[in-house]
């Protein structure tokens, strides 16, 4: 055997279809488009995702990824009124206010909010203070000290 007597199988190769070409194609008048619609037009060209005008799945679906929120640092709040609850002359610690039930987990700390009135002249050791409640403890004479 030769290279030149080399031969296709039969069956193997096709002939090119010819569209829009007489009866006898089988792919005459309408090139085998069907009838009218988008995909019938010329230059027609349809992405894989389009729905149909249909809210696509990729904005049906929730986003993914990184959120900053995981990562905030959280405080547990205690007010000043709530710290009339202890004795005069009393060091307020985040283990206390554990005990005495005023905090239920510390998370990144203990922030005092200055809301209410305080009547008890205390030391109290927290992670952070509002103003307002740093005035109020300074003002009966109490000590504000940051951990």
């Known amino acids: 055997m030769k290279l030149n007597e080399l031969k296709n199988h039969p069956g193997s190769?096709?002939?090119?279809?010819?569209?829009?070409?007489?009866?006898?194609?089988?792919?005459?008048?309408?090139?085998?488009?069907?009838?009218?619609?988008?995909?019938?037009?010329?230059?027609?060209?349809?992405?894989?995702?389009?729905?149909?005008?249909?809210?696509?799945?990729y904005k049906r679906i929730p986003r993914r990824g990184f959120n900053n929120a995981r990562f905030?640092?959280?405080?547990?709040?205690?007010?000043?009124?709530?710290?009339n609850k202890f004795e005069d002359n009393t060091t307020v610690t985040p283990e206390l206010l554990k005990e005495a039930g005023l905090v239920k987990k510390e998370l990144s700390g203990?922030?005092?909010?200055?809301s209410?009135?305080?009547?008890?002249?205390?030391?109290?050791?927290?992670?952070?203070?509002t103003n307002s409640a740093i005035n109020k403890i300074e003002s009966i004479?109490?000590?504000?000290?940051v951990i």
Do not use: C, M
């Open 72 to 83: 905030t640092t959280r405080y547990s709040v205690v007010n000043v009124s709530d710290l």
């Open 110 to 114: 203990i922030k005092i909010l200055g």
């Open 141 to 145: 004479g109490g000590k504000v000290e």
């Open 13 to 57: 190769t096709h002939r090119k279809k010819i569209v829009g070409r007489g009866p006898g194609s089988g792919l005459g008048k309408t090139s085998g488009r069907g009838e009218k619609g988008q995909k019938a037009r010329s230059g027609a060209s349809i992405k894989p995702w389009f729905e149909g005008g249909q809210n696509p799945l």
């Open 116 to 129: 209410g009135k305080l009547e008890k002249k205390l030391t109290v050791k927290a992670n952070l203070f």
